[in-house]
C-alpha cells in the first residue's frame, strides 16, 4: 500500500538507500513529504529541488556572455560555466540550450556537454519531482499532449520544461495541470479527457 | 515580567481566556498559500497571525558566508508595525527581531539537512501580522511546516509552544497578558521523534520542580501540535484532489 510520509516519519526498520530517506541507528526515517510503499520499500517524492545526476538532460539559459564563453543558468543554486568552443556560432543573453550532465562536483557544482541552442519557443519552469509523471511510463503522457498540441516540447530533468509550435497553451495548461496533480492516479487518462475538450479553444492565447 | 501583584491571572481556576493551566490556545496551519515561494504557511494561533515563506536552495549570499561542506540557513523574523496594541514604532528588523532570527534559525539548523546543499542557502522569512504572545514558539512552527512544504529535506517536523509560570503557578501556551504580568515564560521547541530540545529559552524565574512540570505540559502538548502541522501538509495536497 502507497502511504503518504512526513519528515521524520519511520519507514522500515532496515536500511534504505534513496532520495529523501536518511538512516539513524539502522532504522530509515523520512526526510521529505512523498509517497512510501512498504512492499516494494520505494520513496517518491513529492516536494524537492532538483538534485543532478551525470547524464541527466537539462534545458539551460544563457544568463551571461563572457569573452571565451557562457554562463548557463540552469535552476541550481550555482551557475555553470560552457566554453564557446562547445557552439558552433556565438550565443546571445537568453538563448535556450539543451545539454547533459557530464560531471557533478562535490559541492554540487556541474558541468554541462554535447549542447544544442533551442531557437524560439517557450520554457515553462515546474518542480523537478514531477518531471516523471509529465514523461509517464515508457513517455506516454509526454507524447499523448505532443499528438493533441502538435507542439515540439523538450523536458529538462531540471524541471524546465522547452515548448515551441503547435498548440504551445494548451500544452503548457496541460504540464501545469500534471504538476499540480502529480500525486494522484490515473493521470494519464484525465490528461487527455482534459486535452480533448480543450482541443479547440483557447488558441488565440500564447502564439 | 515583573509580575504585578494587583493583576489576577487565574479566577476559580480558570485563566483569564477560560483556558486549563495545561490547555493550548486554538491552533490553526495553512500550508502552501503562496504562489510564488517554495514552501510556505500560515499560523493562527489564538491572537497570533504568522506567514513563513522559505527559498531555496538559492545561491548564498553575502557569498563569502557560504560554506562547502553544508548550506547557510538565513532566517528573518519581522514583526509588522501594525502587529499588536502596543508601539512597534516603523517597519524592519530591530534588536529583538534580530536576536529572533538567529535564536529561530539556530532552533532550525538542528533539524535540517543542510549537508545535503554545499555552498548554497536556504531563506526562511517569518512574517508576524499580527501578535498575541508566544510569537516565536509560533514563528518555529510555521517556518518547520513551510520548510517541509518547500521540500527541504529534515529529520523531523519541529514542534514549539511555550510554559509560563502565573499567580505562582505553571501554565501551557502564556497569552500576551499572561506574557506579561505573569512570573516567567519558558519558549521550548521539540523534535517530536526524540523529544530532542532544539530551542530552550527562559525569561523570568522558575524552581528546578516547575521547570520539569512546565518541560511535561510541554512534551504532553508536542504529538498533537505536531499532528496539527501533519495534517496542514496533508491537505495541501488533498485539496487538489478534490478539483
Known sequence: ?207 | MSGNENIKLIVDGKRLDGRELDEMRPLKITAGLLNKADGSALVEWGGNKILAAVYGPVECFPRHESNPYKAKLSCRYLMSPFASKDEHGRAGPNRRSIELSMVLGKALENVVMLEKYPRAMIEVFIEVLQASGGTRCASLVAASVALANAGIPMKDLPVAVAAGKIDGKVCLDCSKDEDNFGQADVPIALAPRNNDILLLQMDGLMTKDEFFKALDYIEKSAPEIHRLEVEALRKAYEETDAQ
Open chain 1, 1 to 207: 500500500m502507497r502511504r503518504i510520509v512526513f519528515p521524520g516519519e519511520l519507514l522500515s526498520d532496515k536500511r534504505i538507500t534513496s532520495r529523501g530517506i536518511y538512516v539513524e541507528n539502522g532504522k530509515s526515517y523520512a526526510a521529505l513529504i512523498g509517497f512510501y510503499d512498504d512492499e516494494k520499500e520505494v520513496f517518491i517524492p513529492l516536494e524537492g529541488a532538483y538534485e543532478p545526476n551525470v547524464g541527466d538532460l537539462l534545458i539551460g539559459i544563457v544568463s551571461d556572455v563572457k569573452p571565451n564563453g557562457y554562463v548557463i543558468e540552469v535552476g541550481l543554486p550555482s551557475d555553470t560555466f560552457m566554453s564557446a568552443r562547445d557552439f558552433r556560432e556565438p550565443l546571445g543573453m537568453g538563448e535556450i540550450i539543451v545539454a547533459k550532465v557530464k560531471s557533478v562536483s562535490e559541492t554540487r557544482s556541474i558541468s554541462l556537454a554535447d549542447p544544442a541552442v533551442l531557437k524560439g519557443g517557450n520554457i515553462i519552469k515546474i518542480s523537478s519531482v514531477k518531471i516523471p509523471r509529465v514523461i509517464g511510463k515508457k513517455g506516454s503522457m509526454l507524447s499523448q499532449i505532443k499528438d493533441a498540441t502538435k507542439s515540439k516540447i523538450i523536458v529538462g530533468k531540471n524541471g524546465w520544461i522547452w515548448i515551441k509550435g503547435g498548440n504551445e497553451y494548451l500544452a503548457t495548461k496541460a504540464i501545469l495541470k500534471i504538476e499540480k496533480e502529480a500525486h494522484t492516479s490515473g493521470l494519464t487518462d484525465k490528461i487527455g479527457e482534459f486535452l480533448k475538450n480543450n482541443e479547440n479553444g483557447d488558441e488565440h492565447v500564447g502564439q
